[in-house]
């Protein structure tokens, strides 16, 4: 989400949100540290709840358009009514009526009971947490598609054209670094410290944190610097700049990616910049025999759990595990031998 939507989503939900709503929304971006796009999600997600219950408990005119139910009326004293039961048919409604994955159910519980939560354990508001003891969906396990080192080579072999010193650096910087999309491009160029070998990362919840940059990054970062443009630059702090001399936009980091990506025939496949970070990630622990709990800090995990993805084994693993076996060549024909 880019700076004016944040804004003009921040302005609708100071508007429509009850001030409960808009006091715990509050307490997620200042106390927290949520940034607007998460803030703005649990606002969307706290708002279907409500329309829900306005509208099961037949509170608006039965014609009323489902996107159209206000909830500024909330306040305190209905949400004191709410009990397990009638979320357990919140969540079936989620499921049945809207169409809703397991995944997306299991966020709008994170939300519930992060709002709930705060109005018992923080604000003491509720006597009660109604949604206490309520289970998220359990989600399907999906293995992170990552590049091959093979695919990471033949990637930035493809780096091509005017603009290749500072694409070629993203790229190696995403593979290298294990990077988000919007930490790469929020990078200054006083972020990177060349004498210490390191760059100064802004994460989510605007935490920051310091990466190691090896030879490849440094030899990247040093030869797009040598390139970069210098005069008529919007914004000067920025290290990776636009056509028209604007700190690069995530989507034209996105179109950049997306671009070589098809042409090592991996376009169109679920291939994205964030499967760069699943492939700097998966790349360290599983060739480099990096720690989980030093590459929890290098991808700015909160949680450790987070970070175990990253801990598959591939299929080539699964099959060397399975001829390291001494039993793996003894067969019915050659046991009676």
Do not use: W
């Not at 008529?232 to 950049?256: C, E, H, M, N, W």
């Not at 496949?269 to 990096?290: D, E, F, I, P």
């Amino acid at each position: 989400m880019n700076e004016s939507a944040g804004i003009s989503m921040k302005n609708n939900y100071l508007a429509e949100a009850p001030s409960v709503l808009r006091e715990f929304l509050g307490y997620l971006g200042t106390i927290k540290g949520k940034s607007p796009k998460t803030v703005s999600e649990y606002y969307l997600d706290l708002r279907t709840f409500f329309r829900y219950l306005k509208q099961s408990r037949g509170l608006v005119p039965p014609e009323t358009d489902f996107e159209e139910i206000p909830i500024s009326d909330i306040t305190l004293e209905f949400i004191k009514t709410v009990d397990l039961t009638q979320v357990f048919e919140y969540m079936n409604f989620l499921s049945v009526e809207r169409g809703n994955s397991a995944a997306t159910r299991s966020r709008k519980v994170s939300s519930m009971k992060s709002f709930f939560k705060y109005l018992t354990d923080k604000t003491g508001k509720l006597d009660h947490n109604p949604v206490e003891q309520l289970e998220a969906p359990k989600k399907k396990k999906t293995l992170p598609k990552y590049l091959t080192l093979e695919q990471s080579i033949d990637l930035l072999s493809q780096v091509e054209g005017p603009t290749k010193e500072r694409d070629y650096c993203m790229l190696v910087l995403f593979l290298n670094c294990g990077m988000r999309l919007s930490e790469l491009v929020g990078l200054n160029c006083d972020d990177i410290h060349f004498k210490e070998k390191t760059a100064k990362i802004t994460g989510k919840g605007d935490k920051e944190r310091i990466v190691y940059l090896n030879e490849a990054c440094l030899d990247a970062v040093e030869r797009y610097l040598a390139v970069r443009p210098k005069d008529g630059v919007t914004d000067r702090r920025a290290l990776f700049l636009s056509s028209r001399k604007r700190r690069i936009s995530p989507k034209t980091v996105q179109y950049v990616v997306k671009k070589y990506l098809a042409q090592i025939d991996l376009g169109g496949r679920g291939y994205s910049v964030h499967k760069l970070r699943h492939t700097a990630a998966t790349l360290m622990y599983q060739q480099g025999h990096v720690d989980i709990r030093v590459l929890k800090d290098i991808l700015g995990h909160e949680n450790l759990g987070t970070t175990e993805i990253y801990t598959h084994v591939s299929s080539e693993q699964m099959e060397n595990a399975a001829e390291a076996n001494p039993l793996s060549k003894i067969t019915r024909r050659n046991l009676k031998k």
